[in-house]
């Protein structure tokens, strides 16, 4: 079975710091891999995907992740931080492929992101 | 525009009413989702459709029914509300797996029960 582990539900960076969300995922088929930001009161919005390809993926508004396949890792990471960026942030897996049972994203539960000034 | 619409995007029910979440999507998607999202425990899947007609159970579907009678349509039921279902309900939809270059969430409903 597919899971998503975020380590740490809550990160604090100051404005201009990286950034950096941790993702752990198990799967025992080649996955896709996403990461999704929720901003307050909003709907999901996606901030880039891996399927297959180059393990560095660059998504919207400065943020790239790295499938490192050894590690089991989807870690996503902005250079410097701005207050914008304020969020909640999900990482997600799915098989990839199209049959009943495999067909929806797992989440993980989530990383707070708050940014000070 | 093309999109996912849920509606109502707010409701306050009482225990026990029952109620149903509209799903509509304008983009001949066959794969329909529902899912809850609750503080700290991310997005869970509810039930899905992969086609008119069919559903299936996700992860947490105690509680809830759902229907696809029409394709563009993806009704999700509560017959008898409870505390436990205060959350925030997320329709997706997808032309083939929710991992796929066309999928869609909608903007949510955020549902409490009282």
């Known amino acids: 079975a597919q899971s998503v582990t975020q380590l740490g539900s809550h990160v604090s960076v100051s404005e201009g710091a990286l950034v950096l969300l941790r993702c752990n995922y198990s799967?025992?088929?080649?996955?896709?891999l996403f990461w999704y930001v929720q901003y307050p009161n909003q709907g999901l919005q996606l901030l880039l995907k891996?399927?297959?390809?180059?393990?560095l993926v660059k998504g919207i508004n400065g943020f790239e992740a790295e499938f490192k396949k050894s590690e089991t890792s989807f870690h996503l990471t902005k250079p410097s931080a701005h207050m914008s960026d304020a969020a909640e942030y999900f990482c997600a897996v799915s098989p990839g492929y199209s049959n009943q049972a495999g067909t929806a994203l797992i989440f993980g539960k989530g990383t707070t992101l708050s940014v000070s000034s | 525009n093309a999109g996912v619409t849920q509606t109502p995007k707010f409701r306050v029910l009482k225990t026990g009413q029952s109620m149903t979440l509209l799903c509509a999507q304008d983009?001949?998607?066959?794969?329909m989702y529902w899912y809850r999202q609750d503080p700290g425990m991310g997005l869970r899947l509810i039930h899905y459709?992969?086609?008119?007609?069919?559903?299936a159970k996700g992860e947490v579907p105690d509680g809830y029914n759902v229907s696809r009678l029409k394709k563009q349509n993806f009704l999700l039921g509560l017959e008898s509300a409870a505390p436990s279902q205060t959350s925030v309900y997320f329709c997706?939809?997808?032309?083939?797996?929710?991992?796929?270059?066309?999928?869609?969430f909608g903007q949510g409903t955020r549902l409490t029960v009282v």
């Open positions: 997706a939809s997808s032309y083939s797996h929710l991992g796929g270059p066309k999928a869609f």
């Open positions: 891996y399927t297959t390809g180059a393990t």
């Open positions: 799967s025992s088929v080649p996955p896709y």
């Open positions: 983009m001949n998607h066959e794969y």
């Open positions: 459709s992969v086609g008119e007609g069919t559903t």
